[in-house]
């Protein structure tokens, strides 16, 4: 690990850490947990990261760490509903006033994302080994930094359409299956003063995020997520600003 | 009242009616409470109407109401919080399943349009008198039909950005006050199957019901909103299209 | 035929009609041009339809025939260069104006649609008999009226991204093909007061014009394309609405 | 003038630069022009930066000064109809290609953002002095940063709507006039791999590019609309990706 500098971005990877504690077949792939490897990998971009698990105190989701992280990545599965409410109400809070956040895969059905998306978040799905093309249909948007038309991951669980989520702000990616379905894969949205970015890549069993593709995009996404500074909002009551009425 | 035809879009009219019962200020513009003023209107509009509201069994919106219901209009403000939490539900899984959505005025902060949004809803605001003067920002959208560039009410109480909803799909009217803020006063959302609008005029204290714009603009968001009809979408495990994987 | 209502759409089929009198390979799908066989599945939707060709004088696109047109219908390939620039500038008015446009399949290189975009229009294709899939992402939109997830036509010329397109205002269909491909399929745009939708199904070696559901599209598409009526909009110099100044 | 650091980002301000060499009204604002206060606030934030103007050879917008330029400025008024077509298609590419472009004030009606837009970007306008107060609509977004709800103008021309542009794929600020209308002053778009601002103040009569929040957001948008690297797109005629067709 390098030392980032003092102005880097500072990340918290968020991990539910259940699958590689009790899978073998997870294991191999992330044998300290997703949240390591895509540490690592965010560390090596010169971001500030540190790393935080369900099992932690407050899921280590303090209200310190949230306030001292500007970009927040979010990887659950199999234990969504135990992510405590009022936990999710302080990282809503801190979305709305402007970290950033990107949402990996399974968590498309975590309270976070539904809380802030106002729809189900669901889809079809299928553990099949299709390959998996995504397809840029927005080359000029900072996300897809250094791609090409296209990359491709071997292997990965499906999901397909529909996707039951509000029309993207912007849809980066469109994924192609081979058993015949097409997903929107990489979408923005803004909520309050905070950026989303929701990517669909990243099943446990396989080794997605080693991907170098793969891994761009997630640190496009930090980058592209981060705080945009400004003087608070401000709501309620309020005199008039023209003296005439 | 005229009967309506059978064909005719089935609109319930929800609304809170307590500010009707307790302020003469209220009850002079509104004797059989703001939900009557409205399915009045909506009547003419060969519309099929019912209303409901918050002190009646269920709030007035049982399974069988909202089934037979294809577009909701809501009107809510000192009362939100006792809007039950599972009837807030159940209109939620209707809007996503189709049902049309109209939200006015003071139905930015009711639990059902914040929990569709993502976001707080929040504004800024000012009962003086200003003159509101709504200007079309989308003159080829339904919801603008048979307006000019813009129309005025003489009185209302004032919006003022910013106003923390997401960015609407289709932005279709922007509000000018007299005391120096703007509005995003016409806003389209679909969530899930559903289309939503939101219409910023409407303060109870205020005639705002019986101008004739405003009153055009709601009958063609009802028009607008109604549901698409359509196969039932699917969710959940599925087997591959394409048999080569 | 049968006789339309007289408050019927008025629909104007435009067909560039070379590929049909020269190739019989295109006559034995259409043998009295892809105009006739869309006009004919229009009237049976009780649409007013009339068709208007290239080699028409002033390719059949008078001020007349389209002062009396609410949604016009485009198809062109092979000639797109050949249609007057004057013809174009009275389409482009007219759109403006809200006249409905439906541009298909290889007429999104067509001038008018290049035009109304304000990019390229170009992607990448391929004439191999591609399964298509064309998946709905927005279930709740119009022009999916009576559809589920998906229809498929067995044999399609694909095309691929990147579509050099403006984000669709509302993305409708993505393709999926065969070869390894996706395409934004359906989009929807406004310009002026005028509704537009870009579809992409229609290769003139292919029945598919013929597919029942290419045929539910875009009868949808063309009321969904109608015109909003509103009072004309004002430009230029214009006094204050507000004396205070 | 300082020197800019080699990684900067590359700025041309393109200015028509006549009403400064005949008016002294303007003069007194801009002796050397436009262009010339432009270039100078964007120098003092680090970008490396150089001017063209009309009645240079090519306009100053050579093919080599364009591959040299990763965001464009364009203010003109008075002479838009002679920019030459041949420039403009130059310019067109570069933005296709990448290049962003910041439109400022009138330059809504030069022949490149119209060409860009596909509609008229006609609008209601008015020299009279108004107070213009911008009100940020999209405060988490980069164009944004720095400012609170709203900044002011003390003076400036008066633009209202409707503006017959595309419906931004972001609205960043809606101004509010004295006399009554409503701007929506902020729009951003993307055309091909091109991201474009609209930036509403600037008249030439008026210190307009002399406010500091003005130049807050020239230098935020110039920020934002800089080239995303990345391979080229590939159009036209390509091969299956998969085998089984």
Redesign the interface.
């Known amino acids: 690990m390098t030392a980032s500098s003092p102005t880097a971005l500072r990340v918290t990877v968020w991990n539910e850490f259940r699958h590689e504690r009790h899978s073998k077949e997870v294991q191999a792939h992330y044998p300290e947990g997703i949240h390591t490897t895509i540490a690592n990998f965010l560390r090596e971009a010169d971001l500030n990261v540190r790393t935080a698990t369900l099992d932690e105190p407050e899921h280590g989701l303090t209200q310190e760490v949230l306030d001292a992280t500007d970009v927040l990545i979010w990887w659950g599965h199999m234990a969504h509903g135990e992510v405590r409410d009022e936990i999710v109400e302080r990282v809503y809070a801190r979305v709305?006033d402007?970290m950033g956040l990107v949402v990996l895969h399974s968590g498309h059905f975590s309270k976070i994302f539904r809380?802030?998306?106002?729809?189900?978040c669901?889809?079809?799905?299928?553990e099949?080994?299709?390959?998996e093309?995504l397809?840029?249909?927005?080359?000029?948007?900072?996300i897809?930094?250094?791609?090409?038309?296209?990359f491709e991951i071997e292997h990965e669980e499906?999901y397909?359409?529909?996707?039951?989520i509000?029309?993207p702000?912007?849809?980066v990616f469109?994924?192609?299956?081979?058993?015949?379905?097409?997903f929107?894969s990489g979408a923005c949205?803004?909520?309050?003063?905070?950026?989303i970015f929701y990517f669909r890549p990243g099943h446990e069993t396989l080794p997605t995020y080693h991907h170098s593709d793969v891994q761009r995009v997630i640190v496009n996404a930090v980058n592209w997520a981060a705080?945009?500074?400004?003087?608070p909002?401000?709501?309620?009551?309020?005199?008039?600003?023209?003296g005439?009425?």
């Open positions: 709305l402007g809380k802030l998306m106002g729809t189900t669901d889809l079809k799905w299928r099949s080994g299709d390959r093309r397809w840029v249909v927005a080359p000029g948007h900072p897809a930094e250094g791609l090409g038309d296209y499906m397909g359409e529909h996707f039951d509000p029309a702000e912007t849809l469109i994924s192609w299956f081979t058993g015949g379905e097409v929107r949205y803004t909520r309050g003063r905070g950026k705080p945009t500074p400004g003087k909002r401000v709501f309620g009551n309020t005199p008039a600003l023209e005439n009425n």
